[in-house]
């Protein structure tokens, strides 16, 4: 190979890494934008929703629309005086789901509601307790819900992307489960 032929396919890796770094400097950039543009709207939600339901609903539809790869939104409620104790389908946005009543010992979601615990499953398919919703799904995070420091119920969001969650989705969607348990405190 002459010297020239090398040095300029040096060159051109070259560029295709600063390329490919700046892209993904960008990509990054616009999701903190959406995170922050979707933290404002919840909290002028927050503010403006007159009951805990209007807030459940507003917030399946804000991170919905405003988050990419937050595909299916969707709270599950503790049904009350249920034995065995069950996850309720609430509010929702997304496709429909044939999952309207999962139990404690049932999925992601019943794993999250018996633990207490934000469980983030980056390939689903890889996760034996998974209950298939949709084909498409590929990731999903589950946050429980406190009341009185007792679980309530979970925002669950799917994602058609695998490993969507990472760090600020985490604290976003706690966030949004926060707020959720501070106004049933108050119910
Ligand atoms: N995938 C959940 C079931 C609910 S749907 O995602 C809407 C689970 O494994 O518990």
Request: proline share 2%; hydrophobic share 40%; net charge neutral.
């Amino acid at each position: 190979m002459s010297v020239c032929v090398q040095r300029h396919e040096e060159l051109a890796t070259a560029w295709f890494t600063i390329a490919f770094r700046v892209k993904l400097r960008v990509m990054a950039e616009l999701k903190a934008t959406k995170t922050e543009e979707a933290r404002r709207a919840i909290e002028r939600l927050n503010a403006n929703a007159r009951t805990t339901d209007q807030l459940m609903e507003g917030i399946c539809q804000l991170l919905n629309e405003h988050m990419l790869k937050y595909n299916w939104v969707g709270f599950y409620m503790l049904e009350e005086g249920a034995n065995p104790p069950a996850l309720l389908l609430g509010r929702y946005q997304g496709a429909m789901t044939p999952h309207t009543r999962i139990f404690l010992n049932q999925g992601i979601c019943g794993a999250a509601a018996s633990s207490g615990k934000t469980i983030v499953v980056d390939d689903v398919k890889k996760d034996s307790r998974y209950l298939a919703c949709s084909l498409e799904t590929k990731s999903e995070i589950v946050v429980p819900v406190f009341v009185h420091g007792k679980v309530a119920g979970e925002l669950d969001i799917d994602s058609h992307f695998a490993a969507a969650f990472g760090e600020e989705d985490r604290k976003l969607v706690e966030h949004c489960a926060q707020l959720v348990g501070k106004r049933m405190e108050k119910d």
